[in-house]
């Protein structure tokens, strides 16, 4: 298989995970020289410049520097702005795992273990986050999910069980002769996200710092489910039972589709983000239908429509951080939820955005060495992440 054929993909954004798999781990074999030649053949594909902001310059110039230095002991020499641009967009998109990767790609194995004997960390490095959540039922009971071996869970009008890291709900009787509705509630903590499935067959990808409020049967003529912090959805179609989502005071309803609802409650607006189908959005004042690749955004004065990259949204759900045109602030929310860390910010640290991909499951030292430049200065004490100028 020649992968170099894959390139127009990558130039074009239309290379799949598992194709951008298999190429991250072709690339990982390579040379230093050869994973230079492959640089400059994507670089030639490029056909338009994109224009970074200053912030992302400075940072992959600096990648670039220590590239270069770790070819040779000679002098760093010098590139033109373009040039420089054109192999950091190269870097970005090519690779969409972040800058981080650059910096161990290119030093040989020797050296590498060499650092990693004589350089330890300041502090003590933080895991990423994995898959758990606490499941409430309707009579108070609570089941830690984390750790739990697969199988069945309980009985409660429905079948709950726990499989590949998923939990089901199989509608088949409601409890005795009451008509009263039993709800359950799925919470994510820091560091967590989980995966659910209802009884309706809707599947849901419940982020960190997340939790749905959900019906165990849907016996009524709609289907509704209260969602906090963020959660991607797959809607069962059923024309006869609407679906609704209800955070922070918007109401999605949908009748089977694809979507992201955002509603963290330390975001400036909340935000249902339409990948596929049609959902119509609405608040106490306003009423607003949404089509695939819209985003409603509802905070105090209103609904806004705009249209945004789908795949950043639910980068989340692809096990990756999507940091494009990403202020600082908001970069650090989602990485202090999956991290479980509280961020600290220093006098004067500027106002920058970053730019491309991170997998989330590099420990936060590694990402953290991948979003630092000379502007902006990280490091870790306890559950604390510091950041200075």
Excluded: C
Aim: charged share 20%; aromatic share 8%.
């Amino acid at each position: 298989m020649n992968y170099l054929d894959w390139l127009p993909k990558f130039a074009a954004g239309t290379a799949t995970d598992a194709e951008r798999d298999a190429f991250n781990n072709w690339l990982q074999s390579l040379s230093p020289e050869a994973f230079r030649e492959v640089l400059a053949q994507y670089e030639a594909l490029l056909s338009t410049q994109q224009q970074l902001g200053p912030h992302n310059e400075r940072m992959l110039q600096n990648i670039l520097s220590k590239l270069e230095n770790e070819k040779s002991t000679a002098p760093v020499r010098s590139l033109s702005t373009g040039k420089w641009l054109r192999y950091a967009a190269a870097v970005l998109v090519l690779l969409g795992i972040g800058t981080w990767f650059l910096l161990r790609k290119q030093q040989d194995p020797q050296t590498l273990a060499t650092k990693e004997k004589t350089e330890q960390p300041a502090s003590p490095d933080i895991p990423p986050g994995t898959a758990g959540a606490l499941l409430t039922l309707a009579d108070g009971r609570t089941i830690l999910l984390d750790s739990l071996q697969p199988g069945a869970i309980a009985e409660q009008g429905s079948n709950i069980l726990l499989k590949d890291g998923e939990l089901s709900y199989t509608h088949w009787q409601q409890n005795g002769s009451s008509s009263t509705t039993l709800f359950n509630t799925m919470q994510t903590p820091r560091g967590r996200q989980f995966q659910l499935t209802l009884p309706d067959g809707t599947r849901v990808w419940l982020n960190a710092m997340s939790s749905i409020r959900f019906p165990v049967a849907f016996p009524g003529n709609t289907r509704e489910v209260s969602i906090t912090g963020e959660a991607y959805l797959e809607v069962a179609k059923d024309a006869s039972k609407p679906f609704m989502v209800h955070s922070n005071g918007i109401t999605t309803e949908v009748l089977g589709t694809s979507f992201n609802v955002n509603a963290y409650d330390d975001e400036d607006a909340t935000r249902i983000t339409l990948l596929e189908g049609k959902v119509r959005v609405h608040d106490q004042h306003s009423s607003m239908e949404l089509k695939p690749g819209m985003q409603a955004r509802q905070n105090s004065t209103g609904i806004k429509l705009a249209e945004v990259d789908t795949d950043q949204i639910i980068a989340w759900k692809n096990g990756l951080f999507n940091f494009n045109q990403i202020s600082l602030q908001s970069g650090l929310r989602q990485i202090a939820r999956w991290y479980d860390v509280e961020v600290v910010y220093e006098k004067n640290v500027p106002g920058i955005t970053f730019a491309g991909k991170i997998q989330r499951n590099l420990s936060l030292q590694q990402i953290l060495k991948g979003l630092e430049d000379d502007q902006v200065h990280f490091r870790i004490k306890g559950k604390k992440l510091i950041v200075s100028p």
